[in-house]
């Protein structure tokens, strides 16, 4: 398992950036407080890791809710583009062992495990989108419902002609263009 705290000067960093990009985007989060954020995010190392890992692998991540019953903060991708560093993934393990050649470096579902995220479900993705134009160039695989899934296929959703389209395609494939985008709750 890889060490899930960060450093002083790292978890320094990343408020820092998670501030700036919470202050720019005020349309993602109106009526939410940064101080109140952070304090949550102070009192939850390994999530505030796993924030890293999103920002250290492209994801741009932001506060885009606030569950009242909770008091969580939900933060998501929101890069313009699927995240540089999580392309080129088939959709989860059992399509990554089913491949004979031209094996994928990882797969979606197991990497979005080990940086503590969830994948976006459909519905997640949809609600994203009313909050900016994301993956206008690329695609993002969504969770897949377990029935599409035991046939073999998997979901992943882009935004074209300013719509949202949710597509089909086996599990097992990847493309340069194709990535997906994490949802964490703190």
């Known amino acids: 398992m890889p060490n899930l705290t960060l450093s002083k000067k790292q978890s320094e960093e990343v408020l820092k950036a998670l501030k700036a ?10 009526g939410l407080e940064w101080a109140k954020v952070q304090a949550r995010l102070e009192a939850n190392a390994e999530k505030l890791w796993s924030l890293s890992e999103m920002e250290r692998t492209g994801g741009e991540p932001d506060v885009v809710g606030h569950d009242k019953k909770t008091g969580e903060y939900i933060f998501c991708d929101c890069s313009a583009e699927s995240p540089k560093d999580r392309r080129s993934l088939c959709y989860d393990r059992e399509a990554l062992d089913s491949r004979k050649e031209n094996k994928p470096k990882d797969n979606a ?4 495990a080990a940086m503590g ?13 009313k909050l900016g134009n994301f993956d206008a160039k690329t695609s993002s695989w969504v969770k897949t419902p377990s029935n599409i899934r035991k046939l073999g296929g998997a979901l992943f959703c882009d935004r074209r002609f300013n719509t949202v389209f949710l597509y089909h395609n086996g599990a097992e494939s990847y493309y340069a263009a194709r990535g997906f985008r994490g949802s964490l709750r703190v």
């Open 117 to 129: 995220v969830e994948l976006l479900t459909e519905e997640q993705y949809r609600e994203l989108q």
């Open 21 to 30: 990009r919470f202050e720019k985007n005020m349309n993602r989060h109106q």
């Open 109 to 112: 579902i197991d990497m979005a």
